[in-house]
C-alpha cells in the first residue's frame, strides 16, 4: 500500500497485514480501517513522477 502523506511532501509505504474493520471505538470520521504495518514512512515525493 502506498499513501501519500496530506502534510509532508513524503509517501508512506506499508503491508496489509489484516482484513477491513468498521470500529466505533476510535473517531467518529475514521470508521473503515484496515490494519497496516509500515515500512516506511518518509519516502520524499520528488522521488517518483505521476
Same mark, same amino acid.
Given at each position: 500500500?502506498?499513501?501519500?502523506?496530506?502534510?509532508?511532501? #513524503?509517501?508512506? %509505504?506499508?503491508?496489509?497485514?489484516?482484513?477491513?474493520?468498521? /470500529? =466505533? !471505538? $476510535? #473517531?467518529?470520521? %475514521?470508521?473503515?480501517?484496515?490494519?497496516?504495518?509500515?515500512? /516506511? =514512512? !518518509? $519516502?520524499?515525493?520528488?522521488?517518483?513522477?505521476?
Amino acid at each position: 500500500m502506498a499513501l501519500p502523506l496530506k502534510y509532508r511532501s #513524503a509517501i508512506a %509505504i506499508g503491508k496489509v497485514v489484516g482484513t477491513y474493520q468498521y /470500529r =466505533t !471505538d $476510535i #473517531a467518529a470520521n %475514521i470508521r473503515h480501517t484496515i490494519p497496516v504495518e509500515w515500512i /516506511r =514512512t !518518509d $519516502i520524499p515525493l520528488y522521488k517518483y513522477k505521476f
